[in-house]
């Protein structure tokens, strides 16, 4: 192996910086220098990516509904071509399940011929609420991240070390499950909160026009001629949102504001970190 690709969609930069961060480990243990692709933004994935034998594929996705995001999914089958390219999968997800989406990104690549070697699911706050998980990935995520991407290394350049792993790592086929349904969200009801087809709403008193987040939407749904209305598909990434620097974006579908009050209800206990090789 002579390279590191760095692989990641994430519209709100949590993906990026954990796949960031492991591969930056990678590099210094094998000392071998990181290339990055970021697949987040529409003209950022326009070309197929042809890795190699000689490369290392560190993999990103957030967790939506469980799984890989369904608009995304595709995407990654037709630009990721490996050739007995050994892969790294990583998940990030805001402290609910990360369920199927680890399962579901190693089963995308394999299939895209990616050897996977090692994969990983690690909490990030939840892009839906300030509330869950804030403060996550803390110190002890990061240790367990390192000691994981440590042990990868290890085994990538020293077939004996298998037996030295750490007995908190299992057996990347534990993260091989079959990939289940998309999560269902609920609301605070209990019930199915159907918000499909919620977009943002812009207030048009805050809004000055900037045209920034026109260029943050991965999705491409956000118009220059005006940027205060979302006229194509919007997968509720909270780009645009977090982006406006007059907090001007936001999501009032009661639907979506119900499931966001159940998730801070039910899923501020700190979730675990997992980690597979
Ligand atoms: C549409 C959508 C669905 C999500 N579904 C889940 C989920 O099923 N489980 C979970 O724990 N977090 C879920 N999240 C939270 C994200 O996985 C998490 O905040 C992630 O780190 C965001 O990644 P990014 O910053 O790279 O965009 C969801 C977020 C969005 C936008
Ligand atoms: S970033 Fe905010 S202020 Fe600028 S155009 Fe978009 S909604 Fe308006
Ligand atoms: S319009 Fe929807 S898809 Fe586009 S950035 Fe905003 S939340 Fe994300």
């Known amino acids: ?22 591969a930056e480990r990678l590099s210094i243990k094998l000392g071998i220098p990181v290339e990055t692709l970021d697949l987040t933004l529409p003209e950022q994935r326009e070309e197929v990516q042809n890795l190699g034998p000689e490369d290392l594929a560190v993999v990103g996705t957030p967790t939506y509904a469980g799984r890989v995001p369904n ?105 091989r499950i079959p990939v289940g349904p998309y999560y269902t969200p609920l609301g605070t009801d209990g ?19 900037c045209g920034m987040c026109v260029h943050v939407c991965p999705m491409g749904s956000i118009p220059s001629e005006d940027p205060s209305t979302t006229t194509g598909i919007c997968i509720k990434c909270q780009a645009c949102i977090q982006l406006c620097p007059h907090m001007a974006r936001h999501f009032k579908d009661p639907a979506f504001v119900s499931h966001v009050r159940m998730l801070e209800e039910n899923y501020t206990r700190p979730a675990r970190a997992e980690f597979f090789l």
């Open 1 to 22: 192996m002579n390279k590191i690709r760095a692989i990641f969609f994430s519209p709100t930069g949590n993906t990026a910086h954990v796949v960031r961060h492991v």
């Open 71 to 175: 608009k995304i999914l595709p995407e990654l089958q037709r630009l990721l071509k490996g050739q007995d390219t050994r892969a790294i999968g990583i998940v990030t997800f805001g402290n609910r399940a990360y369920d199927s989406s680890l399962a579901e990104l190693l089963e995308v690549l394999e299939a895209n011929g990616f050897e996977p070697v090692a994969g990983g699911a690690m909490v990030c706050s939840h892009v839906f609420s300030e509330e869950i998980a804030p403060t996550r990935p803390d110190v002890g995520d990061w240790a367990q991240a390192d000691a994981w991407a440590d042990a990868v290394a290890r085994r990538l350049t020293d077939r004996e070390a298998e037996a030295q792993r750490p007995v908190f790592l299992q057996a990347l086929s534990a993260a």
């Open 191 to 209: 019930l199915p909160a159907r918000f499909l087809k919620a977009k943002p709403v812009t207030d048009l008193e805050l809004c000055v026009r």
